[in-house]
């Protein structure tokens, strides 16, 4: 909350050979009071009452962490999103009461009623989901962060889930009864209606997997990670635990590859044999339920001694895991290690220099991830949306990606596919997209690629999308030693048709396009860069030819033509480069004529600067005139000299 207060954390996690820190910046969603609101400089969420100065907490941390290698991880509460209502602080949700979710009792209540002590969003929303989501895309795309990591991204008590405002068609329970063809309200023990709330929650894990990646930043890959449910033992079969009861299936989004890292919240007291037992059990099970991914162990250092925080930080390295996170930085040190049900904790900054020697000699490297680098990845995603033909997104249609099991799309038309087999060349798959009563696309040609996100977007029963460019060729001629500013076209698709989803290749070592790759929806005009790199090529004539590709497309491919010839520099004065100086020479000069001072800004003016400067006047004339060798004769190279 303040620059002391950062400036001591990172010190902290030095003295403690730490190499992350996932730092709380959003318990709340509205302004009513200290710890509510952002802490970093949100257009989303109210800045946090209680930051002292005119600080941006999450940037300075960023910069003082990241100078010691240590990375940052953004901790954000889910949906909690207040305290206290009226809602305060935060217009847009304060404007959309229908957001929230309230127990059943509760639908259409005014005031709208909490769940629990909280007001809490309602996770079925696809307005809800594309709210937060843009919180992620705002955090990732302005801070070098490392994590984005999720908390309470379940339910907290089993008669939730309904909706404040039982005329909202965009609630969860709307989605759920037109998926289902139901009209009734499910009650809290309907199991349709129990695996649909958990759906909602895995719609927003799933939907991070993609947007957080396809933001390319310079700090990717970003960890994707999740606090989740490890109370009591763990259950042999995952769906007889707390965190399934509660909505939250972490056992599917790590198996899905959808997030890096899971992060049991495994809050043991180490002197109690009975949860020490549990301890390792819920380590051991994260060993086994992390999939593909990595498994960050959580482990209480308030509930515990300082030995005893260590010995279980070493349970989890020795039983593989690839990481051990303590919580809390304050909360360091049982105050007893007596079985009584009382855990009075201090805050005991000696803890830092303690576990320093105990488990790390120092900070260990970072864990990398190879899913996400396509050097060592073997596997990639494709994304992308489904509308209709008004171009409206598509609720619970089925998109199926060959070999991979099929996927339905949330209620903002979004589907992802993870763990696609892939190169980094890239793997051509064929995609069908359907709904029922809407429509069917089988597309031919998308591409995965390992350790990376490729987007593909359907609009079902639209026409045969048309690649539409605004230019097909660029043609330039410069001397020998200039250089080329960069050209750019634009691609979309022909009116009311469906999404572009091109590609883009060219033939040519000397050009390249960015980006190569991407979709075109509706008006949308995609603006591609055509970027030059001429060092090492000679005087003379080039051609190449930019390939756009859209197997699903009616005119697939287009291209865009590139010619370039580059000429042996004139001699000074000669303007017109028929290697004399002369009249028709001095013509041009005076067509360039500015006087002294003022800038000539035409690019056809540029070689008639002779002394250099931006203008052209009485000096340039004077140079001209040495530089004079008449109609038909040969100038000279060193005129200026």
Not at 364 to 387: F, N
Not at 540 to 567: C, E, F, K, Q, W
């Amino acid at each position: 909350k303040s620059a002391t207060d950062i400036q001591n954390l990172v010190q902290r996690a030095v003295d403690g050979h730490y190499n992350a820190i996932v730092i709380e910046v959003m318990g709340y969603q509205d302004g009513s009071g200290a710890g509510h609101g952002a802490y970093w400089n949100s257009a989303i969420v109210p800045r946090a009452s209680d930051i002292v100065g005119s600080i941006d907490p999450l940037g300075y941390l960023c910069q003082l962490a990241n100078a010691q290698g240590i990375q940052v991880h953004a901790w954000l509460v889910t949906y909690r999103a207040a305290s206290t209502w009226p809602f305060s602080g935060n217009p847009y949700l304060a404007s959309h009461p229908e957001f929230f979710m309230v127990p059943r009792s509760g639908i259409d209540a005014d005031p709208v009623w909490p769940v629990g002590s909280d007001y809490v969003l309602d996770p079925g929303s696809p307005d809800v989901q594309e709210y937060l989501i843009g919180i992620v895309r705002e955090l990732v795309s302005n801070y070098p962060i490392k994590g984005i990591n999720w908390d309470y991204i379940r339910y907290t008590q089993i008669d939730a889930g309904y909706p404040a405002r039982s005329s909202y068609n965009n609630s969860g329970l709307k989605r759920f009864q037109r998926i289902y063809n139901r009209s009734d309200i499910p009650s809290t023990s309907d199991s349709q209606w129990n695996d649909f709330r958990r759906r909602e929650i895995d719609e927003l894990v799933r939907r991070c997997r993609a947007e957080i990646a396809s933001i390319k930043t310079s700090t990717q890959p970003i960890i994707l990670s999740a606090d989740v449910l490890a109370t009591g033992s763990a259950p042999a079969d995952f769906t007889s635990s707390l965190a399934y009861r509660y909505y939250q299936n972490w056992k599917l989004w790590a198996e899905s590859g959808w997030l890096d890292a899971v992060i049991p919240m495994n809050y043991k007291r180490e002197h109690c044999s009975d949860q020490a037992t549990m301890f390792r059990s819920w380590v051991n099970a994260a060993m086994t339920w992390r999939g593909p991914r990595h498994a960050y162990c959580g482990q209480a250092t308030y509930l515990n001694s300082f030995a005893n925080s260590v010995t279980q930080m070493q349970y989890i390295v020795s039983a593989g895991a690839q990481g051990a996170i303590n919580y809390s930085y304050v909360g360091t040190r049982a105050n007893e290690t007596i079985c009584d049900g009382s855990d009075p904790w201090s805050t005991d900054w000696g803890w830092y220099p303690y576990v320093a020697g105990s488990v790390y000699a120092s900070a260990a490297t970072l864990p990398t991830l190879p899913w996400r680098d396509p050097a060592t990845a073997t596997e990639g995603t494709i994304w992308g949306r489904v509308l209709n033909a008004s171009f409206q997104p598509v609720d619970d249609a089925s998109v199926t990606v060959f070999g991979r099991p099929t996927v339905k799309t949330d209620g903002n038309g979004y589907y992802v596919v993870t763990l696609v087999p892939a190169t980094a060349g890239g793997v051509l798959y064929a995609v069908t997209a359907s709904r029922s009563g809407v429509g069917t696309i089988n597309y031919p040609g998308a591409l995965a690629l390992a350790g990376d996100i490729t987007r593909y977007d359907f609009a079902l029963g639209a026409p045969t999308p048309q690649i539409v460019l605004d230019t097909t060729s660029f043609n330039h001629t410069i001397d020998l030693g200039q250089t080329l500013p960069n050209d750019s076209f634009s691609i979309a698709t022909a009116s009311g048709c469906g999404p572009v989803n091109y590609r883009i290749t060219d033939n040519a070592a000397w050009l390249s396009v960015s980006p190569s790759m991407g979709t075109a929806v509706g008006a949308e005009q995609d603006l591609i860069a055509v970027n030059y790199a001429l060092d090492g090529l000679d005087v003379g004539s080039y051609a190449a030819t930019i390939t756009i590709i859209d197997p699903g497309a009616s005119n697939s491919p287009r291209t865009v033509a590139v010619t370039l010839d580059i000429l042996t520099p004139p001699k000074p004065g000669d303007f017109d480069r028929d290697d004399d100086v002369d009249v028709v020479d001095y013509g041009y000069l005076q067509a360039c004529l500015t006087g002294v001072g003022i800038p000539q800004t035409n690019p056809g003016c540029e070689n008639v600067k002779m002394d250099g400067d931006n203008d052209v006047d009485e000096v340039d004339v004077q140079l001209f005139i040495n530089c004079l060798s008449g109609p038909g004769v040969s100038s000279s190279a060193n005129c200026l000299n």
